[in-house]
């Protein structure tokens, strides 16, 4: 599981790990999308997990997300396909 910043309180550790399984499930979109070209979807994506990564506490997330959103713009699409890898393991660990 991606490391937090602080552990939730309990009551909210339901939520946090709904944040997570969502992102995991997102990882389909993102592989898909990079199959296909789509950098602009790619783009998408990443902007919005490094928002949201950084106000759910995940900065490691929030990180890779706006690394991956550069490359995606820049049409780096051997970059996109590192961090898209970095990121799964993020989420795995």
Do not use: C, F, W
Not at 53 to 59: S, T
Request: glycine fraction near 6%; charged fraction near 30%.
């Amino acid at each position: 599981m991606a490391t937090k910043d602080k552990s939730p309180p309990a009551e909210l550790k339901t939520l946090y790990d709904g944040y997570l399984e969502r992102r995991r499930m997102e990882l389909n979109e993102l592989q898909y999308a990079l199959n296909n070209g789509h950098l602009d979807q790619i783009e998408d994506i990443a902007h919005r997990i490094k928002g949201n990564a950084g106000a759910y506490g995940y900065p490691e997330l929030s990180s890779l997300a706006g690394q991956m959103e550069e490359a995606a713009i820049s049409e780096n699409t051997e970059k996109v396909h590192d961090i898209v890898l970095q990121y799964r393991k993020a989420l795995e660990s």
